[in-house]
């Protein structure tokens, strides 16, 4: 499959490890927008939010129990941000679902810049 996070989960592609089990894969994004800015894939290809479902959002739950211990490792000490962007109007732009880790600095209160 040709999918860059695939790639990197397998090891063809380098990225900055910060916390890696069974279920799950976290790295340091190759573009940060904070001085903490990590990414959470699940080592299972899903795609998107739109493809969560009974079968695998326990995975998902996983991820999020985690989250907490991931964002503490990659810097983020004063709290942090979680964002999924699903489909094009959020601005997706790999189809492999990935949770961005967001802290290490103040972070602006607007979610949305219009
Ligand atoms: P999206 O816009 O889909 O929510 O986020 C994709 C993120 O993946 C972007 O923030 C982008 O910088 C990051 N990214 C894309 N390709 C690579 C890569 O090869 N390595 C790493 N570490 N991050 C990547
Ligand atoms: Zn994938």
Redesign the pocket.
């Known amino acids: 499959m040709d999918c860059?996070?695939c790639k990197?989960i397998a090891g063809d592609?380098p990225?900055?490890k910060v916390y890696e089990d069974d279920t799950m894969y976290a790295?340091?994004?190759?573009?940060p927008?904070a001085p903490c800015?990590v990414?959470v894939i699940p080592k299972k290809h899903i795609a998107s939010m739109d493809e969560i479902n009974a079968e695998n959002s326990g995975i998902v739950a996983k991820i999020y129990e985690k989250i907490p211990e991931i964002a503490r490792l990659g810097g983020a000490e004063n709290g942090y941000r979680v964002?999924?962007?699903c489909g094009p109007d959020?601005?997706?732009?790999?189809?492999h679902l990935?949770f961005?880790i967001l802290g290490g600095k103040t972070l602006p209160v607007h979610l949305c810049n219009e």
């Open positions: 860059i996070f990197i592609i990225s900055a790295f340091r994004d190759i573009n927008e800015h990414l964002i999924a962007n959020a601005g997706q732009t790999v189809f990935h961005h």
